[in-house]
DNA sequence: ATGAAAGCGCTAACAT
DNA sequence: ATGTTAGCGCTTTCAT
């Protein structure tokens, strides 16, 4: 065993307290285990030509001195990370981490692990988290939802493979996209509502993001083809939107609620209790998104397959890292209405009213 | 302007696609400004010692190139990354969502970065993830919640700073805690239920980990202190866990539940409508937590200040980055009850039943 | 005000 | 099978 003049002991040095100090390098360990840095490197690789007793030494020594290698120095001179980075829009919104699930196993899948960060929903920090994951040098991007521009994104694009999910996302090079049918998802509410008898149908909108728009577009398209007067009142992708919104719906004879989320829809849901109104039998509530917690809750749906959503754009997003020029592909993934306990046959004294009966508040 | 003969135009080089292809450098600015790389590396970090006009077509000419530092490369120099490590039990629990909007506002607030990674409440893959932060030499790691042994913890603890949020940590070096107080917690929820003429209250459990024990016993001694027999019946901390719980609770004749956390009250909730019992009129319900969705829920709860555990967690970290040598220290938060409309008054042929009556399935 | 040089911890030829 | 060497991209003395 050989010992340096820098470290007599071969021990990583420690403070009083036994809390690490300077922590211990490849050369610490090839000193202690009287050999040369490069073979420590292979031994720790798992190369098959490490004499098995070098090996041995080795494995040893950086077990005492508690080596642990450091990822900076070795991503910089590998000039690969392994590593992929990944933006929540809202990490309170449990539709995300479902989609994160599917991302994750696909990505650790195929050898990669993923930098998680989270902007709030605030386009100042989102821009200067997903700046951090570039500048760390991640091989790839996926943005589970964003508030990023066009060209913002255009520019992410070019730098580094990125997936978008969540909503199709053309004409931006080196991108993809994996997104439900927002425009058929909301048509899908409709139609169930309309064969449960309802004509007084209103949908709580979701802002005037793209996603919102477009389940809003699908929902007046809907109304319109079933030649129903439409009635889309202000929310927002929140409980709190839902809530105010669903108040506003019932106030103008709403008997059914297609909500722009399934969290706006629980919060529809409590504005409604709060009212006295019972779901479903004086209103029916359908949500959009799909979200587990809503079996629990009865909540009827437009659910999107979110795990598989994160899986295909892990799995685009690698292929991409793999072969970087290829047109973009734009994966659409099906949509489909669960029913449950939220959503039921329209009240009797609502049933067979005129279709296109101008709203009024007097039910 | 000055070229190089590596790259004659100056711009960094791109694909037949427009991708970049080869990441600019601090060479490659500093080649196309005309001065040394030391130079543009002072220039990019705002040191007052440039000329302005070399300021000027440094930052020009980064800007040209679309250049990007590398945050490996100088977290390797500099010898800090001026990063945490935040690793979260269960993202699909809304509660650490709130627990890690007070980490990342005191964390950025403090200048530093967070890197987020997840176990999924498996231990392997916990393990694994927060090797990868050691190993990218994240300067303090926060545990919101984590399933490591004493020993495990306690070697990390001694590689780095370390603060467990949720439950209270004592006797390892090198480690703060962050926690409410789970027995006193359960307490309230008896208490609450008693004042409101319950006997027959149950406990769905959590399983066996140390927070659903701790608040297990919390259930147990308060119902000793009412003269009230126990009843604990087996769950998790899931909604299914609840669901399944609750129906043995109220096969068992319970009045109301004591339920390990919000989640599993959630599930208690699908499984008492499930069986057409109202709430709280037949059976009343509490959770333990106090995320924010139980509002729109209406669900009764033992509340914790979330966000504020994470912010007290991060601001002892980062204390305790700038002075490891510091005797730990363990924070306690305030817990409340949070009554909501799951629950009410005990129904009228259950109260003032013998108290320590034996519980049957006959109610 | 600017540049040259050394080196952070590691890997990967290339020798031997 | 093992060691020597030359960097990866960056920061930071230390000269000038």
């Given at each position: 065993?050989?010992?340096?003049?820098?470290?007599?002991?071969?021990?990583?040095?420690?403070?009083?307290?036994?809390?690490?100090?300077?922590?211990?390098?490849l050369?610490?360990?090839?000193?202690?285990?009287?050999?040369?840095?490069?073979?420590?490197?292979?031994?720790?690789?798992?190369?098959?030509?490490?004499?098995?007793?070098?090996?041995?030494?080795?494995?040893?020594?950086?077990?005492?001195?508690?080596?642990?290698?450091?990822?900076?120095?070795?991503?910089?001179?590998?000039?690969?990370?392994?590593?992929?980075?990944?933006?929540?829009?809202?990490?309170?919104?449990?539709?995300?981490?479902?989609?994160?699930?599917?991302?994750?196993?696909?990505?650790?899948?195929?050898?990669?692990?993923t930098?998680?960060?989270?902007?709030?929903?605030?386009?100042?920090?989102?821009?200067t988290?997903?700046?951090?994951?570039?500048?760390?040098?991640?091989?790839?991007?996926?943005?589970?939802a964003?508030?990023?521009?066009?060209?913002?994104?255009?520019?992410?694009?070019r730098?580094?493979?990125?997936?978008?999910?969540?909503?199709?996302?053309?004409?931006?090079?080196?991108?993809?996209?994996?997104?439900?049918?927002?425009?058929?998802?909301?048509?899908?509410?409709?139609?169930?509502?309309?064969?449960?008898?309802?004509?007084?149908?209103?949908?709580?909108?979701?802002?005037?993001?793209?996603i919102?728009?477009?389940?809003?577009?699908?929902y007046?398209?809907?109304m319109?083809?079933?030649?129903?007067?439409?009635?889309?009142?202000d929310?927002?992708f929140?409980?709190?939107?839902?809530?105010?919104?669903?108040?506003?719906?019932?106030?103008?004879?709403?008997?059914?609620?297609?909500?722009?989320?399934?969290?706006?829809?629980?919060?529809?849901?409590?504005?409604?209790?709060?009212?006295?109104?019972?779901?479903?039998?004086d209103?029916?509530?359908?949500?959009?998104?799909?979200?587990?917690?809503?079996?629990?809750?009865?909540?009827?749906?437009v659910?999107?397959?979110?795990?598989?959503m994160?899986?295909?754009?892990?799995?685009?997003?690698?292929?991409?890292?793999?072969?970087?020029?290829?047109?973009?592909?734009?994966?659409r993934?099906e949509?489909?209405?669960?029913?449950?306990?939220s959503?039921?046959?329209?009240?009797?004294?609502?049933?067979?009213?005129?279709?296109?009966?101008?709203?009024?508040?007097?039910?």
């Amino acid at each position: 065993m050989v010992t340096t003049s820098e470290t007599p002991t071969g021990l990583s040095p420690t403070s009083p307290s036994g809390l690490q100090t300077r922590r211990p390098t490849l050369h610490d360990v090839a000193a202690r285990a009287g050999v040369s840095k490069s073979l420590v490197s292979l031994a720790l690789q798992g190369s098959p030509k490490v004499a098995p007793a070098s090996r041995e030494a080795i494995l040893a020594a950086a077990d005492e001195l508690g080596y642990r290698p450091n990822r900076t120095a070795s991503s910089l001179v590998r000039q690969r990370t392994h590593t992929i980075g990944v933006h929540i829009l809202d990490l309170h919104n449990p539709v995300f981490a479902e989609i994160l699930d599917g991302v994750q196993e696909a990505v650790r899948r195929n050898g990669y692990s993923t930098l998680l960060v989270t902007g709030n929903a605030d386009p100042a920090t989102e821009r200067t988290e997903i700046t951090r994951l570039l500048e760390s040098r991640v091989e790839g991007l996926v943005l589970i939802a964003h508030r990023l521009s066009d060209e913002a994104l255009s520019a992410i694009a070019r730098e580094v493979p990125t997936v978008v999910v969540t909503w199709r996302t053309d004409g931006i090079a080196g991108l993809d996209s994996v997104a439900g049918d927002d425009v058929a998802g909301a048509r899908l509410a409709v139609d169930h509502l309309v064969t449960l008898g309802h004509s007084r149908i209103a949908h709580v909108s979701g802002g005037d993001n793209r996603i919102a728009l477009q389940r809003r577009a699908g929902y007046e398209r809907a109304m319109a083809d079933h030649a129903l007067a439409p009635l889309v009142v202000d929310g927002a992708f929140t409980e709190q939107g839902g809530y105010v919104g669903a108040e506003t719906a019932v106030g103008a004879g709403a008997t059914a609620l297609v909500v722009a989320n399934d969290l706006a829809a629980i919060g529809a849901l409590a504005a409604l209790r709060a009212r006295g109104l019972r779901v479903p039998d004086d209103v029916s509530v359908v949500g959009y998104d799909g979200m587990r917690l809503l079996d629990s809750l009865d909540l009827t749906t437009v659910a999107q397959p979110l795990a598989e959503m994160g899986r295909v754009a892990a799995d685009l997003l690698i292929k991409r890292i793999d072969v970087p020029d290829t047109p973009s592909t734009h994966r659409r993934v099906e949509t489909r209405l669960v029913a449950r306990g939220s959503s039921g046959m329209a009240p009797t004294h609502a049933r067979g009213r005129q279709a296109a009966e101008p709203w009024s508040s007097s039910t």
